[in-house]
């Protein structure tokens, strides 16, 4: 014991962590150690050392025992040595036994008569034990710890426990009656050791009469005058506790923490075998006769099992003398074994009849089971570690367990959804339509009362930033009701399954929530046809989550209020199914915004702008100068100014901030460092002038607003803005000529001022091509082709029209192109003169507006849309911005006709 005890960091270790798992039942304390007993002797192994010298063990085996004799012989013990006792270095304490002075008679089987006093360095590792120990505790377990062990250190352990050590160590379970045997002797050992703190700070007497005296007269007298609190008292013993109970409770947790411990050191149920040599089990055991017999486990190892009588008496220290102990050695195969044993018993010459029996046998080793398990277990418990993991970050639904949970997000109507149809500007009718989904959802008697069937949902379709969330957030704003909004690409998961699990999920609480809106935004994710998916391999679970809506969309009763909003920039490839009458009753078509949706639009953005322009002139000076801007560039380009605005100190957001916010959300940033040599410059300025002058002399060209050569954003060297002739949405053949001839101007201009020409003017040929073709191929304006259209679809492998009609194609084309091309340079030779005045001016100044093309080339001939020029003309010093959707340097595109 007093080597155990020396190793008191680990006793540290082990009784701290015996604490902390009783620490968290206290109350149930007394029932603790029992079921800890028999795991901790269950769980740790200790070599087990004999000291006979004809034992057959290790060097290192021996040098042990010499040491344990070593304390033994330390602690005054030495009569006492294992050699003439069997068991472990605890019973070397038996002989103090005899010693130990009387005590009054106490009938509990732990009473001090029956305990086993410690030695003295046993007693001094338990003090170094303590010290060790309270280094690490807060005081009020230090000094519980203290009055434990100060307790044992004086009264010794009991004999109880002793005996189950033995039994411990002959390989006997801690049964259950071992188990209460053991929790009687902790509650004892602690109640003695509270007791005895008591009597020695309140004089209380030890024997049980005296005490219930002693308790009885404490109640009857008045009480004790108030101690002032003891300063500096290091002796917790003779310091009162006053918190009764818990204290004890700490007391009994050291006790039971140190029992364990020795039953955790005794050499117990664990030490039952040691595995030999052959040739020690021959020379140690077969040649003397003391085998019995051998057993063969599991084809690889021999269990020998010794006559227990003989080998106590040849070796009466050895463990193989006790009960269940016994030895073992491995064997390469069976039959090398039994070919070695024949051999022995020959050269011993033991007849056939007396041969040792040799049983064989197969056992599962459960620890083996449990470890090919191990890497398996890991694994589960991991994934399991993971997904708790995850899914106790950004929220519940996020685990895998969550996986096929809806990631819709739920818009509160009353706190998070404030926005209401006055935000969203510009598109009058598509608020018409919805509507009725607003009134429906606010009063839905009046409908089902006539009888009029509910609308299922709708589906807002149109061009990326057009208003199509705000607007179902608006409506769900409006009916003052729960909006859940959910991406369509949020139900694609890696995962087959998880798409329409999530559907389900998503329809499901939102029936739970009626009357409410559900918005699925890019429904285009999910809701592509199923036809065109299966070219080139179909996606089923795509097709699944599909099928899922449109079932969930048909399971609504009429009565359930739930209107489904679904957003598109693609309506054209959405599947059939889905738009017919029943699910998405109505399709809501919401466009760029015309000349006048601009303006309100501007003004809804304008109200948070402190800008001390007119509003009216500001707000149709912005509208007209961002043809082809959606809602959402219109928001950006109001916050771009108010951004220049502030960089620059203003006070207030200008007129100039808004334009060079429009021309920077349009051409991109100006590229300051990108510097053209002195004949590139000369280039870009009579390429420009080229298509300015175009614009200005062509009756149904665009007339110029604003041209530049800094460069721009990406590969744009310089380039021409145009007032439109308004939001056009039909364009003749006319307008079509005018404006091919106009783009073609920048390459005739190069043309005829310079020896050779540029490649400056490719994507002028891109957009003249384009337009030929469709006039040729989809607007019935060859006479040649006829009144045909032919659609371009990149996927298709075919063209729809012969090799013949091909050739017509082309044919037309080009002679649309090279009329063009003559028109565009009748002109320009005509007005060589006015290009090159352009040009110079243009290299001097860099930028040239409308004023200044009204100063070079006099008032333009025709008669320019009043509705926009009334915003440009008179306005000497700004220069007008840049027209919509143009970043390149040619004239703008038309828009198809619709
Ligand atoms: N009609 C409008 N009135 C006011 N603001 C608008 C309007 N349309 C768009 N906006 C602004 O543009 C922003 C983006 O619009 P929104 O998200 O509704 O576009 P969307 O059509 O849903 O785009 P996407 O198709 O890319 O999803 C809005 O937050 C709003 O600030």
């Known amino acids: 014991m007093t080597n155990f005890l020396r190793r008191s960091s680990s006793l540290a270790r082990w009784s701290k962590l015996a604490y902390e798992g009783t620490a968290i039942s206290k109350t149930r304390l007394p029932c603790t150690p029992a079921s800890q007993i028999t795991q901790l002797a269950a769980l740790r192994r200790r070599p087990y050392a004999t000291v006979n010298n004809g034992d057959p063990k290790s060097g290192k085996d021996k040098k042990d025992a010499q040491v344990r004799q070593g304390g033994d012989e330390l602690s005054g013990n030495k009569q006492n040595s294992p050699s003439s006792r069997s068991g472990s270095g605890f019973e070397t304490s038996n002989q103090e036994d005899v010693a130990r002075p009387p005590s009054p008679k106490d009938d509990d089987s732990s009473g001090k008569e029956n305990r086993i006093k410690l030695s003295q360095a046993e007693e001094k590792s338990i003090d170094e ?10 005081a009020d377990q230090g000094k519980a710890l203290d009055l434990a062990l100060q307790a044992i250190k004086r009264d010794g352990i009991p004999k109880e426990l002793m005996e189950v050590m033995k039994n411990v160590q002959e390989g006997h379970p801690i049964d259950l009656a071992t188990a209460a045997k053991l929790v009687r002797v902790a509650s004892q050992l602690s109640r003695n050791a509270m007791e005895q703190n008591m009597a020695e700070s309140n004089q209380l007497p030890t024997n049980e009469q005296d005490r219930q005296k002693f308790q009885q007269n404490k109640q009857d007298s008045q009480p004790p005058p108030p101690q002032p609190p003891p300063k500096n008292n290091r002796n917790p013993q003779k310091k009162p506790d006053k918190k009764g109970e818990p204290f004890y409770y700490d007391i009994s947790l050291w006790v039971v923490a140190f029992i364990l411990y020795l039953l955790y050191l005794a050499p117990g149920a664990s030490d039952h075998s040691r595995e030999i040599t052959w040739q020690e089990f021959r020379t140690t055991f077969f040649d003397k006769g003391l085998v019995e017999k051998l057993t063969v486990v599991n084809r690889g190892r021999v269990r020998v099992d010794l006559h227990k009588e003989a080998t106590a008496q040849m070796y009466p220290d050895s463990p193989a003398a006790q009960g269940k102990f016994h030895y073992y050695f491995s ?82 109507h009353e706190s998070d959804v404030k926005v209401k149809f006055k935000d969203v500007a510009g598109m009058d009718e598509a608020k018409t339509e919805i509507m009725e989904f607003v009134s429906f959802l606010k009063d839905p008697g009046q409908y089902q009362r006539l009888g009029a069937k509910i609308p299922r949902g709708a589906i807002l379709s149109g061009p990326p930033g057009t208003g199509k969330t705000l607007l179902a957030k608006a409506t769900a704003g409006e009916s003052q009701v729960p909006f859940y909004s959910v991406s369509g690409s949020e139900f694609v998961e890696m995962f087959v399954g998880v798409g329409p699990s999530r559907v389900r999920d998503l329809f499901a609480t939102a029936r739970k929530n009626t009357p409410c809106i559900i918005f699925i935004d890019e429904i285009d994710a999910i809701g592509k046809s199923r036809a065109k998916q299966n070219f080139g391999g179909g996606n089923d679970e795509r097709e699944s989550t599909l099928n899922q809506i449109l079932t969930e ?112 959300v349009i051409g991109g940033l100006e590229k300051k460092s990108l510097v053209l040599s002195p004949e590139e410059k000369k280039t870009v300025a009579y390429h420009e002038a080229g298509h300015a002058v175009c614009g200005w002399f062509f009756k149904w060209a665009d007339p110029l607003l604003k041209v530049s050569i800094i460069p721009r954003g990406q590969g744009a060297l310089g380039y021409a803005q145009y007032l439109p002739s308004g939001d056009t949405y039909l364009m003749n053949v006319n307008q079509l000529m005018d404006r091919m001839a106009m783009t073609l101007g920048g390459r005739v201009s190069e043309e005829l001022h310079f020896d050779t020409v540029t490649s400056g003017a490719s994507d002028d040929f891109n957009k003249v091509t384009r337009m030929a073709t469709a006039m040729v191929t989809k607007w019935g304006m060859s006479n040649k082709v006829g009144y045909l259209y032919f659609e371009e679809e990149d996927q298709k492998l075919h063209k729809p029209f012969s090799e013949e009609t091909a050739k017509t194609i082309d044919s037309e084309v080009r002679r649309i192109v090279d009329e063009a091309y003559k028109q565009c340079r009748e002109l320009l030779v005509e007005k060589k003169t006015e290009v090159g005045l ?61």
């Open 129 to 138: 034990l303590l010290m060790n120990l309270k280094r690490g505790l807060p």
């Open 331 to 412: 064997i390469g195969s069976v039959e090398a074994f039994e070919r070695r044993l024949d051999d022995a018993q020959r050269e011993l010459g033991i007849p056939s009849s007396e041969r040792i029996p040799v049983a064989y046998k197969d056992e599962i080793s459960w620890a083996g089971t449990l470890l090919s398990f191990g890497p398996t277990l890991l694994l589960i418990g991991s994934v399991f570690w993971l997904s708790r993991r995850a899914s106790s970050g950004v929220g519940s639904q996020s685990g895998i367990f969550g996986i096929g949970k809806s990631r819709a997000k739920m818009f509160n």
């Open 553 to 664: 969309m048909d399971g609504f009763n009429t009565s359930e209020q739930v209107v489904v909003l679904a957003g598109t920039n693609r309506p054209d490839v959405l599947d059939k199914a889905l738009m017919r009458p029943g699910r998405f009753d109505r399709h809501i078509v919401i466009d760029r915004p015309t000349m006048e949706g601009r303006k309100q639009i501007f003004l809804v953005h304008l109200k948070k702008i402190v800008t001390g322009e007119d509003m009216e002139f500001l707000t149709g000076r912005l509208a007209a100068l961002t043809p082809g801007f959606s809602g959402a560039d219109i928001a950006n380009c109001v916050n771009e100014a108010a951004l220049i605005a502030a960089r620059g100190s203003a006070e207030k957001v200008e007129m100039r901030h808004f334009e060079q916010a429009i021309e920077r």
């Open 838 to 898: 352009v040009a110079e001016e243009l290299l001097s100044k860099e930028v040239l507006s409308r004023d200044d093309m009204v100063r070079l080339l006099g008032k333009r001939p025709f008669e320019d849309n009043k509705e926009f020029s009334k915003f440009f003309d008179g306005q000497p010093k700004s220069a007008p911005p840049p027209f919509a959707s143009e970043q390149t340097d040619s004239p703008p595109e038309m828009p198809l006709p619709t």
